[in-house]
């Protein structure tokens, strides 16, 4: 298989409309057996997908028309959105997954693009979805503001721990967030104003005066007012992965990869290493307080039992489960991690404990994650 | 084999019959079937109340099914909100956008409770809450959707106070928890003890899973009331109740339904439950026809676990609902419509009657006080004739 | 300034729990230079078992010292075992692997471990009531009140500190531990068995935390399944604080904390709440200004 052979653009066009496919048809039924019947048939097929090269094809039409896949993937949400539109919780369901995905992403540039750890990465979507609460104090705020300022008041937040951050190495960086995310769980439960155990409660989101918590009506055709939450969890998703790509894609991208690669080397070539950890740092944490201050207002509620360590280390997990570095990889580990649970009741107890053997497995195995993340290769028609 | 094209297509085919057979239908009922969520903590610390009250609405639906007269066959769909009200939160939207769910008995914590009542209403689902005493549950908002069987914990509040007084305590420290729940338990007890006369020399908010009381307990000791009262659920309470012991604290402890059941008893051990006191909004239910019929069928069912305080309640939540879908039909907007005119309905724990806002309004407070490892009403107790006293009573 | 001795008092029972968990990451780190982020589950597994040796005790109708020693013994067993076989299945395998991976793995091993005991220990979700076996209440200096199994306790935490210290740089063994620490290729060149320190290592180190949430627990009357995860945190902390590597630095570290701790009650009795985000607060300004620990050997890096 010669990297240089131009491939057609229909595979990666095809597999994402049968991704989106499964993603709805997964989040749609209830029945527990037809579930798991249908995780089964995608099992086999997707193993059928492998040995008949078939992903091969996929990734490189997909690394070579990302246009054509970006467009497949807009529609085929779409269509999930109208084959789903009458079942409310398959929608919340579908939104979430991509919110959660946003988050992986970020986490994924300062993990995979910088070396970054993170272990607090709950405190930080908290802070976005905290400081969407309190934004729902000034009724007058626009919510597309909203959503924006709460990215931006968790990059301030971020920025505290910038110093703590950069002077520390290994171990003791992470520590840094892993402290930070108890202290936000701590300050939170601590003051009453942020409502306390108690929690806070928020209304949904109006765009351009288009109140979210209604129904979309087309004649005698009703969609579920989660549907607005998609659309909009689908736009977030998208920015996520152009900021990603474009970060990727670039000298920046090439400069993110030599410091996480070697520090030590790349400062003897001149590189700031301290600029790029910053970039890295706060990119992620404003998709993170984004998605967080997004997810908050669809729920119309959070509590700091919302953003707990476990959480934290459920988003690394689902970074590692896609793929160090991989951001596409998000997509399918975060469905994997969210839809389950609630699809198959009878895990929901285990769910942790069953994620956790998941993730020691692959780090025992493979450390680098279950899609590896292939260095640059800077020949044309490559997924670099 | 599996490598080969037509080996793999075989094996897709293979899957997608597999996938045939599971939507087959499996077969029809005579009656349609109707849904009920029962919402609760069924893991965590509270899960001794939960599994109770489920067991108790488990109950009443298998006998609801049982009876040939009944026009439907019911299913309870039990969800758990582990107390925690973010999860209550997800279950119960999950229970509301499911349009197959016509009605729910949901929710033993006051805090969970309070985040979810919006959700009911925004998805339209009636509910009858069976244990959470908060009152802004029922009062806070008019929303037609909103009922509750238990009572409130104003009336254990008013009723606690005046006993208090009148039993000669004069100085009290509040110890609550920092949610609704306890912030309300707190304005109440303080108002009420207020106007008997008696005076509150400190208060004191902790969230209810700090572990550590000494900072509180140490500062407690240094005031030196005759009695703190406890604004908080039962493992919090525990905590209390042990932490002052062994801080050499001799004040009499008061609670109120929070701790009232099994769980405290057991948590802390009879030595040192003994002698705590506190108030609860129920009928004294082993002595109504009613509740000696629940009581009986419970320990018929064979369930291992305790029916707790509440299990009553839950039972004649569950019963309510039924019947009221027995009347008006399987239709949310119907069943709404007949909770609002329930009077007189006659229950395990009394008869129910909603006032406008849905809320209950004939529980009336049972005194009661931890003797020899059990909880049991004051005018029954040895320590209201006097033949055992509490902590510094006079 | 009575409440403010009656504060500190609290915060020396904390103190000593922290600095003996702190121990145990910093002999791991010594020896290795790995984090083994499970050590605060193990230690719950520990109290687990002490918790079903008393019951097995008592059913049989032994009175409380019999099942206090049985407590510590069987606590100390369960975790210097599961210590040890965690350090040989998973730890050393890895261990030239990249921080971050054996963080999150063994981060995730000790999630395993807790949502096991959540799930499988008859009402492991409930907070369990531990036995109440030490003498109740205490003696009053004024108004400072001094409980009996404070001092008890106390006396236990320190015992063991020094008994580990003394271990640590009297003994041969001691000498072996530190040599590895120093030099592993150097240690091995020289004949020692590597493998075999480590594992006694990992079983000393996770011996004290078995010690040290027997007394938790006792100190209570309550543990629960999650009771490790904060300890790890904290004793993580106090381990960093003090330097890694450096015994005194983690016992220094862990007083430390629980002194922040108590300071912050101390000065604002009624937001004691947030005691535990003041002391994290101190500790990530201590680390990044001295981003190796207070205490810290110089040490130098591979480039």
Redesign the interface.
């Known amino acids: 298989m010669t990297s240089a052979q131009r491939a057609a653009p229909w595979p990666a066009i095809i597999a994402a409309f049968v991704f989106a496919g499964m993603l709805a048809a997964v989040a749609a039924i209830d029945n527990q057996r037809l579930v798991i019947a249908l995780l089964c048939v995608f099992a086999v097929v997707w193993m059928a997908a492998m040995r008949l090269g078939v992903l091969a094809r996929v990734e490189r039409s997909a690394g070579q028309y990302p246009h054509a896949l970006r467009g497949a993937i807009l529609l085929a949400a779409l269509a999930a959105v109208a084959l789903l539109h009458e079942d409310n919780f398959g929608l919340l369901m579908i939104a979430t997954v991509l919110l959660y995905a946003t988050c992986c992403i970020g986490l994924t540039i300062q993990l995979g693009y910088a070396g970054l750890s993170n272990f607090g990465a709950a405190g930080f979507v908290g802070t976005g979805a905290y400081a969407a609460a309190v934004f729902n104090w000034l009724p007058w705020l626009p919510d597309p503001l909203v959503l924006v300022g709460a990215g931006l008041i968790t990059v301030i937040v971020g920025s505290l721990l910038l110093l703590p951050v950069l002077r520390t190495r290994g171990h003791y960086a992470a520590l840094t967030t892993l402290a930070f995310g108890i202290m936000f769980g701590v300050f939170v439960d601590a003051t009453p104003v942020l409502g306390g155990p108690q929690g806070l409660k928020l209304a949904g989101i109006t765009l351009l005066g288009w109140d979210f918590s209604n129904d979309i009506r087309v004649a005698n055709f009703v969609i579920s007012f989660y549907a607005n939450y998609v659309l909009l969890a689908l736009a977030i998703f998208a920015l996520a992965i152009f900021i990603a790509s474009r970060l990727d894609r670039s000298w920046l991208g090439i400069w993110l990869d030599s410091v996480r690669l070697d520090e030590t080397a790349s400062a003897v070539f001149g590189v700031n290493i301290g600029w790029w950890k910053i970039l890295a740092f706060t990119a992620g944490n404003f998709l993170a307080g984004l998605a967080g201050a997004t997810y908050a207002q669809m729920m119309g509620f959070i509590a700091p039992n919302n953003f707990t360590l476990a959480d934290s280390l459920m988003l690394v997990s689902a970074v590692i489960l896609g793929g160090i570095g991989n951001r596409w990889g998000a997509l399918p580990a975060t469905a994997i991690l969210v839809l389950l649970p609630e699809k198959l009741q009878f895990i929901q107890e285990y769910r942790l404990l069953l994620f956790a053997i998941v993730v020691v497995v692959i780090l025992m195995a493979s450390p680098a994650g279950l899609v590896p993340r292939r260095i640059r290769r800077l020949e044309p028609g490559v997924v670099a | 084999m ?2 080969t ?1 037509p080996g ?1 297509a075989a ?2 085919g293979g ?2 019959a ?2 045939a057979l ?2 087959l239908p499996q077969g029809s009922l005579a009656k349609d079937t109707v849904k009920i969520a029962w919402i609760g903590p069924l ?3 509270l ?2 109340h939960g599994i109770g009250g489920r067991n108790s609405a488990e109950l009443a639906v298998k006998l609801k099914n049982a009876d040939p007269a009944a026009r439907y066959n019911y299913e309870l769909v039990a969800l758990d909100d582990e107390c ?4 209550g ?2 279950v119960a ?2 229970a ?4 197959s769910i016509i009605a729910a008995v949901p929710h033993y914590c006051s ?1 969970t409770a ?2 979810t009542v ?2 009911y209403n ?2 339209k689902l009636p509910m009858v809450v069976w244990a959470a005493v908060l009152p802004e549950i029922t009062y806070g908002k008019k929303l037609p959707e909103i009922h509750r069987v238990s009572g409130t914990l104003i009336g254990q509040n008013k009723v606690g106070a005046k006993f208090m007084t009148d039993l000669g305590y004069k100085r009290f420290v509040s110890l609550c ?4 729940y306890g912030k309300s338990m707190d304005k109440y007890f303080t108002q009420f003890t207020l106007e008997n006369g008696g005076e509150v020399i400190g208060k004191f ?8 009381l ?3 307990l ?2 407690i ?2 005031l030196n009331p005759e009695a703190i009262f406890f604004g908080g659920l039962t ?1 919090l309470g ?2 209390l109740r ?2 002052m ?4 604290m001799d004040q009499l402890m008061e609670g109120q339904s929070g701790i009232i059941g099994d769980a405290f008893i ?4 009879r030595e040192l439950a003994e002698g705590v006191l506190s108030f609860f909004d129920s009928p004294r239910v082993e002595k109504s026809e009613a509740g000696k019929d629940f009581i009986k069928k419970y320990a018929d069912a064979g369930y291992k676990e305790p029916y707790e305080a509440y299990g009553p309640f839950s039972f004649a939540a569950t019963n309510l609902v039924m019947d009221k879908i027995e009347q008006a039909g399987p239709d949310r907007a119907k069943v709404t419509e007949a909770l609002a005119q329930v009077k007189d309905y006659p229950s395990a724990v009394g008869p129910i009657t909603f006032d406008d806002y849905g809320q209950n309004i004939t529980p009336l407070t049972t005194k009661f006080v931890v003797q020899d490892g059990k909880w049991v009403p004051w005018e029954d107790s040895e320590y209201a004739t006097g033949k055992r006293k509490l902590n510094r009573q006079k | 300034m009575d409440i403010v001795a009656q504060h500190l008092l609290n915060g020396l029972m904390q103190g000593t729990v922290y600095g003996l968990v702190a121990m145990g990451f910093t002999l791991f780190f010594g020896v290795m230079n790995i984090i083994k982020f499970s050590h605060g589950d193990v230690l719950t597994l520990g109290a687990f078992g002490a918790l079903v040796a008393a019951g097995l005790l008592e059913s049989a109708g032994l009175g409380a010292w019999p099942q206090i020693l049985a407590m510590f013994a069987a606590a100390v067993a369960v975790t210097a075992i599961s210590g040890t076989e965690i350090a040989r299945f998973f730890v050393l395998p890895l261990r030239h692997s990249p921080t971050l991976n054996i963080l999150l793995l063994t981060m995730m091993l000790g999630t395993i471990i807790r949502e096991c005991l959540r799930l499988f220990f008859p009402n492991g979700g409930n907070p369990q009531r531990f036995p109440a076996l030490l003498p109740p209440g205490g003696i009053s200096f004024g108004r400072v009140f001094v409980r009996y199994d404070g001092i008890i306790l106390l006396a236990v935490g320190i015992a063991l500190i020094a008994f580990v210290q003394w271990v640590i740089t009297r003994t041969r063994f001691g000498l072996a531990v530190r040599a590895v620490a120093e030099d592993e290729e150097t240690a091995r060149t020289m004949g020692m068995n590597f493998t075999r320190v480590v594992r006694l290592t990992f079983a000393l180190g996770s011996g004290t935390a078995g010690v040290a949430g027997v007394m938790y627990g006792l100190y209570y009357s309550e543990i629960n399944y999650a009771m490790g995860v904060l300890l790890a945190v904290i004793g993580f902390s106090a381990a960093i604080v003090g330097g890694l590597g450096n015994m005194w630095g983690a016992i220094i570290g862990g007083y430390l904390f629980a002194g922040l701790q108590t300071i912050a009650v101390a000065i604002a009795p009624a937001a004691s709440e947030y005691k535990t985000f003041f002391a994290f607060l101190v500790v990530i300004m201590v680390i990044t200004w001295r981003p190796t620990g207070l205490l810290a050997e110089r040490r130098s890096e591979r480039v």
């Not at chain 2, 925690?84 to 999860?87: S, T």
């Not at chain 2, 012991?245 to 050499?248: A, P, Q, R, S």
């Open positions: 599996w490598r094209r793999v094996l897709t899957a997608l597999v996938l599971t939507v893991t965590g610390a899960s001794a925690k009200p973010n999860v939160v997800q939207t999950r509301g956008s499911d349009r805090a309070i985040a919006e959700v925004r998805f928890d920092t949610t609704d908010g902790v969230p209810p899973d700090q572990q550590d000494s900072a509180e140490t500062q000791k240094d493992p525990t905590r042990t932490q012991v062994k801080f050499g057991n948590a802390v051990g």
